[in-house]
């Protein structure tokens, strides 16, 4: 189960992220964004990274296999990658329009499946 709970707080910690990373550049089309400066989008993002670090911080202690999690420190940070990549690209097609997923994202995707598979393999 406390994989389960890892991976779930994961994907969580993942959306503001990628929210927190990203989101500002589909916010410039909202009237009261366009007139913010730099500091203040940075001070935004900041605020919505916080929520990240309270799904990420949890999700790794508890994955964690020396606290009693079954993840070893690179199996975490490999799962974390994959489903930011994934995260990323789902919220890359919803919000961006104009970014298309090509071939060679796909054969990106399947060599990170490929490392996955690799790092839990006995």
């Known amino acids: 189960m406390k994989a389960v709970y890892t991976i779930l707080l994961l994907i969580t910690s993942n959306v503001f992220m990628t929210l927190a990373w990203y989101g500002h550049l589909k916010f410039r089309e909202l009237k009261w964004f366009e ?5 203040a989008i940075i001070l935004i993002s900041w605020g919505i990274a916080l929520f990240e670090y309270m799904f ?3 999700a790794n ?8 999690g079954p993840f070893s420190l690179v199996q975490l940070k490999v799962i974390q990658e994959v489903i ?3 995260v990323f690209t789902v919220f890359t097609l919803l919000v ?4 298309t997923l090509r071939w060679n994202h796909l054969a990106g995707f399947a ?12």
């Open 56 to 58: 990420q911080v949890p």
């Open 111 to 122: 060599c990170l499946v490929a490392a996955v598979y690799f790092l839990f393999k006995k």
């Open 61 to 68: 202690r508890i994955g964690f296999r020396e606290n009693g």
């Open 96 to 99: 961006f329009k104009t970014e």
């Open 35 to 39: 007139s913010l400066g730099l500091v």
């Open 84 to 86: 930011t990549l994934i």
